[in-house]
């Protein structure tokens, strides 16, 4: 779920061509009145209407299906840039979670060694391509779908595989990211030997009645028994992701999860907001009345406020916005290095990855995927070219996604009059309460923090908007 293709798709729509034409120029001035927040009112709850998008990000030109083998090539013919990452998506889960966007296929037993067999493959293939073996590789991230739904000696094969055929950092964070269910000792057993050394859990919630009608399946018993287990092999960082918002969870339910979440002792936690996309089989679900509504925004708000009061008043480390870390085990290398779009190998089905600058993403089907494998073909399905704002939009993101803007850094690191560039913004969002200022130094308030995602995409679009008008 913490893929780039992930965040990309349902980030924020790319314009199809290199100059934007009039009716994207129209939107993005009506888009104007949305920079601005509201003053005088509450800041946590009614700065803006709603979240504009769900995660931050750049745009791109997708190269044209001819040029994109040969691109392809191209990158993975120069060595990788800075620190970076190798992303594995397994696309397939054992049942369909209603609040989920990101479901693919439906998990079966025969697809775990087949679909281990071609990731090996694939490393194999390319583990003397200079993309590939030019440098350390410091995260690696067993992504999905549900990684913990395959077998256990298929776990253990892929990831004794990544460890010889790429050339990883000797301190390198091995990720495998799953759920509690049918994730028993053996798999855990598994990874640990094959050489995984954090486990990312999407708990969600643990009040069990919450889960079920989400179609999770463990009560909140078997949640607390797997993840004790994952604990007790002191062989790696534990943290889960825990939503909030959720239908029928309130601010005593919510109380209830992070109170369970201290008692487990884990090694951190990620706080997520519930995003209903439209049409989607929730949006659908409530609208029938099928389960009980969710937070509204000012809900989410009091929500979001409860959990930072909360973790900050249990001196958890905060890592990013959503991010905490309570123990030293977790580093959190691999998604801070997402947010800054270091370069990332891609390998399965759906899997995006980046490579100087250019996202490119694996056909998603996973059929059409291994059918092209077969036919000695690469899998890549789009290929997007860097946007001419794509260093300042790395800068930003990366910065913000931390709850800081450090001026004179994206001044030095992008060569952009930020200060004079974003007067306007900066000064209102300040009046507004969701900013403080200390010289070059820019802080989000609690708001802030709320609305980061805005603040993010509205300084990108200002700049893009800038920049046409010059
Ligand atoms: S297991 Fe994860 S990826 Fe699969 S449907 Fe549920 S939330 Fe989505």
Redesign the pocket.
């Known amino acids: ?1 913490k893929n780039v293709s992930a965040e990309q798709g349902g980030a924020h729509a790319a314009p199809t061509q290199g100059k934007l034409g009039l009716v994207e120029m129209q939107s993005m001035r009506s888009r104007a009145q949305q920079y601005f927040a509201r003053e005088g009112e509450d800041p946590l709850s009614q700065a803006f209407e709603r979240k504009t998008v769900v995660h931050a990000g750049m745009s791109g030109r997708p190269l044209r299906d001819e040029a994109r083998d040969e691109a392809m090539e191209r990158l993975l013919g120069e060595p990788r840039q800075g620190q970076s990452a190798a992303y594995f998506h397994i696309p397939f ?5 209603l ?2 966007g ?2 693919a296929a439906a998990y079966k037993r025969d697809w775990s060694a087949a679909y281990v067999d071609a990731l090996l493959e694939d490393m194999r293939r390319d583990r003397d391509l200079p993309a590939v073996c030019s440098k350390p590789i410091h995260a690696v991230y067993l992504g ?3 990684p913990t739904a395959f077998e256990a000696g298929d776990l253990r094969r892929l990831l004794l595989g990544i460890r010889k055929y790429l050339p990883l950092a000797n301190d390198c964070e091995i990720t495998v990211e799953g ?1 509690v269910f049918r994730f028993d000792p053996e798999k855990i057993r598994a990874c640990i030997e094959g050489g995984a050394n954090r486990f990312s859990i ?1 708990v ?1 919630t643990f009040n069990t009645d919450i889960r079920q009608q989400l ?2 399946v463990c009560s909140r018993d078997e949640v607390c028994e797997v993840l004790d287990n994952l604990l007790r092999t002191d062989s790696a960082a534990v943290i889960i992701d825990l939503i909030y918002g959720l239908p029928g969870q309130g601010e005593q339910e919510w109380a209830e999860d992070l109170r369970v979440l201290e008692q487990m002792g884990l090694d951190g936690c990620d706080l997520y907001q519930l995003n209903v996309f439209p049409g989607g089989r929730l949006d659908k679900a409530l609208q029938c009345g099928e389960v009980p509504p969710v937070a509204d925004v000012p809900g989410q708000g009091r929500l979001f406020r409860q959990g930072v009061e909360f973790l900050r008043g249990r001196r958890y480390r905060r890592l990013s916005i959503s991010h905490w870390g309570r123990t030293t085990r977790e580093r959190n290398i691999y998604n801070p290095l997402m947010k800054r779009r270091a370069d990332c190998l891609a390998f399965g089905s759906g899997a995006g990855g980046s490579l100087r600058g250019h996202f490119y993403f694996l056909e998603s089907d996973v059929k059409k995927y291994m059918a092209a494998r077969e036919q000695g073909r690469r899998p890549v399905a789009m290929i997007m070219e860097p946007p001419a704002n794509a260093g300042l939009v790395r800068v930003l993101t990366g910065q913000l996604e931390s709850g800081a803007l450090d001026l004179a850094r994206t001044r030095q690191e992008t060569g952009v009059d930020v200060d004079g560039l974003y007067a306007p913004l900066l000064q209102q969002w300040q009046r507004a309460g969701l900013l403080r200022r200390d010289g070059d130094w820019i802080e989000l308030t609690l708001a802030g923090q709320f609305w980061q995602v805005n603040i993010t995409q509205a300084l990108i679009d200002w700049h893009t908007q800038n920049a046409m008008e010059i």
């Open positions: 779920m889960c054992e049942t369909h979670c609040y989920c990101f479901y999905g779908g549900t759920r999407g969600q179609g999770r």
